[in-house]
């Protein structure tokens, strides 16, 4: 599945920096994808919800390319000009993009840890879920997921979705490379919301 798509999550640059197109490309083209082997339209507000954080960080990023050439410097650009708390900011997109991506980390690699109940990955969401996401979310957010979460395809069609034939440890093997070069991206942004204390606490 990760293989066959265009995009990939880069390596991170030497001087520790990301990428802003590279990183949304690689974004679009492998999350967004992946909610549709998730095979339902439970997802569907999910999905567009990053791709809306997606959209907006394109945007920006085409409003000076090179000003924003990376993410560090959108952010940085942000704090600079005080705008960082502004509805529709750049910082904001970002942050719930993070998290999303955050979850999305968490979901497959509890699934690689054995995380799920037999054939449910019901608690390889949920327990992601609660590191990555719940914080965030006040009780009606919560409720909706929880309902949500009872959407997610069993490990069978999960694996199978993202198969397109080929063999289950092939499979787990390509979800294990992924996490590599994802997680790698994730850590960075990560250490840049907490080193420069932007990762506001308010709940949606
Ligand atoms: C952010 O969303 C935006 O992403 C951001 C900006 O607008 C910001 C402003 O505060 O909000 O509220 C979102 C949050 N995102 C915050 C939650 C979305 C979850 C979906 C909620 C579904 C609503 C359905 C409504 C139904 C109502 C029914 C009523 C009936 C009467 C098990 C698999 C699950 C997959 C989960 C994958 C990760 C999810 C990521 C969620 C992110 C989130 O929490 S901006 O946008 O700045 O780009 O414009």
Known sequence: FFKKREHHFQPIRADGKIDTMPFLLAAEDNILPFFDVMGSTAFYPVKSDIAGNITKLTKKYELDPEKYSTLQDMVDCEIEAKTITDKGSATDALIWLKRALQFIHGFVQNLLDGVNDGESLRPCAMKSYDANLKPYHGWM??????????????????????????????????????????????????????????????KV
């Open 141 to 202: 957010v919560q409720n909706i997921f929880s309902l949500i979460t009872r959407a997610v395809p069993n490990r069978k069609d999960f694996i199978e979705g993202l198969a397109q034939g080929e063999k289950e440890e092939a499979v787990l093997d390509d979800l294990r490379e992924f996490l590599v070069l994802f997680g790698k991206n994730i850590d960075v942004i990560v250490e840049m919301y907490k080193s420069k204390d932007l990762d506001m606490q308010f």
